[in-house]
């Protein structure tokens, strides 16, 4: 659903021309529709941030509830910065969040190389059986995500079928570890976030016009040079949705990690889950929160500002 | 066109298999009679029996559903009058920061909504007693707020590309925009709805970390219990539970996909 459109600013003048009869009425269905979904969202959505802000800059207290009130009973207000200078000095808060961006961004181009020639084959594939592999794509999206993580283990385990396999093939004696490192953190990552992937790469490059590569081609152009020069270009708007809906959930990911890359794979999702859960820093878990969400700051807004783009053009 | 090249043939059954040959295990080694789920201990449906007499996956799975029938419905109502507003109501106030709220949970990392949805409950709490206990309520509430942008999305993307004539005819020949939404633009815009409720049932059976979030003890559902289960290693009754719904899932789709080709056929 990457490429579909963002809000449209279309004015309702016809509603200045109405008669006068039901006019009332109609305002109170325009202001409950509006009014309805807006409350919703500022209470379930806006207020959580603000809370998890105004957490992130007490000190943690051995109380109920663990953390230190802004305010106290004198009225005055008491904020610390305490526990983001923690995050920003220590050094393993810095290594955990470089090591969830490169791992994100490594099965981002990982998703790419697989998912573009994929996307590239069921575009051009012919119309019978188009549908038919798209919606091969689209199925594991309704196998749940943590049983297709799940999966995984039965296979990577020092026991499982490629350890079995490779042993019987007679390329390792004693089986390797897979399960419970990086690389397989990295493996489901990729697997996990291919269909999010192809999808948009096969919206823009099933919409493409195939003449101009044929009419680059007339012109001599050779095929690598058409897709240098024209397949590529055209299909950009979906290799930047693909790639935004694969890096933004796997920096965040907490049950990869946790299945497949086993007690000392910290990732940054994993680390605020066990400060909140386990350690029950709440403070400390806020502003590793808040941390993460300013790093996520800059592809969220290039996204929503490609997805405005991409609407108004539409229009 | 000229028929596929080779090299992209080739990256096409390396993907599919990629993505299949993980579940293709998971069916087979479902009929393992042995209880170390990696080592093949001949033919058995012990395990599918075994599942059917466990409780807690039946509580479990009774519980999502219940969630994800009343998230999906609550979402397809919120996300449909938002659609509305974003796409019929022109500028109203605080117009971007509603536009703002619509999509974020969409990009949103399920660590950060669930936790802050989490502070929200316990502050409400404090404040208010209500919720007095974390469950059902409040898993509902999470699904509902971060589904209603996927349905607000989909049914908005409809109400853009849809013509706007019919609708500006109707009120023109007098019909009262209360009316005109009833009577054209929902008839018209139902298959958007259908298909933005369905994406929000599935979110909703398919979360894990926000569910584990916001709910309370006592409260487990289906993606909690096969989650505790699997934390500890490979276990043969979860093989059975995944190969159902994988059987399930295949059937409902290749289902759909045959209906998909009659249709276009005629």
New interface residues.
Partial sequence: ?GI?????????K??DV??G??KL??NL??R???A???I??????????V??LK?SLADPLVAQ?PYTPTFDSLGNISVTADNFAFLLTDKLYAITYLKSILMAATATMCCLM??Y??A???A??SETSR???L??????????????V??????L?N???INNLLMFVGVIDAPMQIIYTDFAVFIGLT?SY??FMILPLYATLERMD?DLVEAAQDLGASATIAFRDITWPLSRPGVIAGC?LVF??A?????IP??LGGPNSLLI?RV??DE?FVNRD?PL??AV?IV??IL?VVP?MY??NF?RKA?EN?? | MKRLSRSIFSILIFGYAFLYIPLILVVAYSFNDSRIATIWGGFSTRWYGELFRNDQVLDALFLSVRIALTSATLATILGTMAALALARFGRFRGHTLFTGMITSPMVMPEVITGLSLLLLFIALQQLTGWPGQRGFSTITIAHTTFSMAYVAVVVQARLSAMDQSLEEAAMDLGGRPLRVVFDITLPLIAPAMIAGWLLAFTLSLDDLVIASFVSGPGATTLPMYIFSKVKLGVSPDINALASLIIAFVSFGVLLAWAVMRRTEAR
């Fill in positions: 659903m579909v459109a963002a809000p449209q600013r279309r004015r309702a016809r509603l109405l008669p009869a039901g009425q109609d269905w325009q409950v529709a509006i309805t979904p807006y919703w969202l500022f209470v379930f959505f806006l207020m959580p941030f809370i998890i957490i509830p697989l998912g020639p994929m590239y084959g069921i051009r594939a549908n038919l592999l919606l091969l794509i689209i199925l594991p999206f309704w196998i749940s995500f943590l049983l297709r799940y999966a995984w283990m039965g296979l385990n026991h499982g079928v697997y291919l269909p195939l935004l933004i959930p920096t965040g990911e907490y049950v946790y299945l999702g605020l889950f909140f709440w878990a806020s929160a993460m969400l996520l969220i996204w929503k997805e609407a539409e229009a």
